[in-house]
């Protein structure tokens, strides 16, 4: 495994270089994603079967070109501003994550089996030293080759689409400056969660009834049998709540229809914030 020297300001192209096997993680303050799932006729995860399945690359470029317009010009204030949806991170750190994962992918730094936290923290570490400027520029230098790597291999890379738009809406949140809810990218970010709902529901057992959340447009629907759950909210509300981005307070509190409890250990994939997160 080799291991990147990182400078502020990166010279030259990086160098594709495709590591097999990787499940994106979303370390620091978000989950480990499965790749997108197979369709399954009747299932119903996929029930808009006729629309296109996201170009996760394109996703992910344009979330980096909308975090560096929304960082433009930023200054230390802003760079020791803390996050509240990742609150061991400054807007600084969780700038140098965005720049640092596909740094080492690219360079086939590949993070390690079970918990990648300290290969997550080394990244930040490594950085410290930049300022927001110098780190866009590097996540800017690399971006097409990781952008490449997610076109070549959706499964083993595409889930890291989430890492970038949960982050922008991380740093909005932060910044006090929400936009870009109604993006593409967010909904396919919906799409992602609802695989790790699936895949959660299925690792605890049987469970009585169905979940239905709507979204937007779309509608997934998890279990077996008639909906005993359903959720409607907006896409982007459906990633925060799904995302560990809600207060358990404030998952239960939205607008189900039906006792959404046997459901929580599915949708709390990581510790939820104690206090209610507001954006």
């Known amino acids: 495994m080799a291991t990147t020297d990182v400078a502020c300001s990166l010279g030259g192209s990086a160098r594709t270089v495709v590591p097999g096997g990787i499940e994106p993680a979303m370390a620091g303050?978000?989950?480990?994603?499965?790749?997108?799932?197979?369709?399954?006729?009747?299932?119903?995860?996929?029930q808009a079967a006729d629309m296109p399945?996201?170009?996760?690359?394109?996703?992910?470029?344009?979330?980096?070109?909308?975090?560096?317009?929304?960082?433009?010009g930023s200054d230390?204030?802003?760079?020791?501003?803390?996050?509240?949806?990742?609150?061991?991170?400054?807007?600084?750190?969780?700038?140098?994550?965005?720049?640092?994962?596909?740094?080492?992918l690219v360079a086939r730094d590949n993070p390690p089996a079970g918990d990648n936290q300290?290969?997550?923290?080394?990244q930040v570490a490594?950085?410290?030293?930049?300022?927001?400027?110098?780190?866009?520029?590097?996540?800017?230098?690399?971006g097409p080759a990781f952008e490449g790597l997610m076109r070549k291999l959706p499964r083993a890379f595409g889930g890291l689409v989430y890492d970038a738009v949960a982050h922008e809406h991380d740093l909005r949140g932060a910044l006090r400056r929400p936009g870009g809810r109604d993006a593409s990218g967010?909904?396919?970010?919906?799409?992602?969660?609802?695989?790790?709902?699936?895949?959660d529901l299925a690792a605890q057992g049987p469970t009585t009834g169905t979940l239905r959340?709507?979204?937007?447009?779309?509608?997934?629907?998890?279990?077996?049998?008639?909906?005993?759950?359903?959720?409607v909210t907006s896409p982007f509300e459906a990633m925060r709540l799904l995302g560990s981005r809600r207060s358990r307070h404030?998952?239960?509190?939205?607008?189900?229809?039906?006792?959404?409890?046997?459901?929580?250990?599915?949708?709390a994939h990581m510790p939820l914030p104690v206090q209610d997160l507001v954006e």
């Open 29 to 46: 303050c978000g989950p480990t994603l499965p790749a997108r799932p197979d369709p399954r006729p009747g299932y119903g995860l996929w």
């Open 76 to 104: 230390d204030a802003i760079a020791r501003t803390a996050v509240p949806s990742c609150p061991a991170w400054t807007v600084h750190d969780l700038c140098a994550h965005l720049a640092g994962v596909p740094a080492a």
């Open 118 to 122: 300290e290969w997550v923290d080394r």
């Open 186 to 199: 967010v909904l396919a970010s919906v799409d992602l969660l609802m695989a790790m709902v699936e895949r």
């Open 250 to 267: 404030q998952i239960l509190g939205a607008p189900w229809e039906g006792d959404v409890e046997p459901f929580l250990p599915a949708l």
């Open 126 to 142: 490594e950085r410290a030293d930049c300022n927001i400027a110098e780190l866009l520029e590097e996540w800017d230098a690399v």
């Open 53 to 72: 399945a996201p170009d996760y690359a394109d996703e992910y470029a344009a979330a980096r070109a909308s975090v560096r317009s929304l960082l433009a």
């Open 213 to 231: 959340v709507r979204a937007g447009e779309r509608e997934w629907v998890l279990g077996e049998g008639d909906p005993t759950v359903t959720l």
